[in-house]
Antibody, heavy 116, light 108 residues
């Protein structure tokens, strides 16, 4: 069965950096677009970034452009999100998700808290 | 950026009754719309894509309709496990793939 397992979340100070990872299994990872979607505490869902199956095409939300970098390693069935210059408003649960248009599988999420 | 607006914010319905949730797009998204269900402490789950196609394993009591700017998610006979927050999301002319703010479906 499809599994997406995120890791790397935690508490970081404003201006700091964090790298999230997502381990995928149960499907041919290299065939799929992958996404990161976040949810601030008690709030709705916000699309963050996605990456083509080959890694050749990448998109970012305006709110993270220039600060976050999405990448993937198809040999390791892994998706990553490098987050720099973190702000308080980046505090959220970050979900690794499969899909180009709609999301058919989600990870359980990893919490990122940006606070001094 | 296309803005998705869901109504109502909270809907109170009794078990066994029908629930109707609405989603409006600020401009046409054709049929490029999905619905998700999210329960507390869980990740969202895909219910509907293409405005009206049920995802794998989704019960027939969930149905989606609409196109253009107006969409509806109907749950024909509410079960206890259906009380949750529901989000719509467009994927027309993406990115960004924006979500609505959600409708909380609660027990009356």
């Amino acid at each position: 069965q499809v599994q997406l397992v995120e890791s790397g979340g935690g508490l970081v100070k404003p201006g700091g950096s964090l790298r999230l990872s997502c381990a995928a299994s149960g499907f041919t990872f290299s065939d799929y677009y992958m996404s990161w979607i976040r949810q601030a505490p008690g709030k709705g869902l916000e699309w963050v970034s996605n990456i083509r199956s080959s890694g050749s095409t990448i998109y970012y939300a305006d709110s993270v452009k220039g600060r976050f970098t999405i990448s993937r390693d198809n040999a390791k069935n892994s998706l990553y999100l490098q987050m720099n210059s973190l702000r308080a408003e980046d505090t959220a649960v970050y979900y690794c998700a499969r899909g180009k248009y709609y999301i058919d599988y989600w990870g359980q999420g990893t919490l990122v808290t940006v606070s001094s | 950026e296309i803005v998705m607006t869901q109504s109502p914010a909270t809907l109170s319905v009794s078990p066994g009754e029908r629930a109707t949730l609405s989603c409006r797009a600020s401009q046409s998204v054709s049929s490029n719309l999905a619905w998700y269900q999210q329960k507390p402490g869980q990740a969202p789950r895909l219910l509907i894509y293409g405005a009206s196609t049920r995802a794998t394993g989704i019960p027939a009591r969930f149905s989606g309709s609409g196109s253009g700017t107006e969409f509806t998610l109907t749950i024909s006979s509410l079960q206890s496990e259906d009380f949750a927050v529901y989000y719509c999301q467009h994927y027309n002319n993406w990115p960004p793939e924006t979500f609505g703010q959600g409708t909380k479906l609660e027990i009356k």
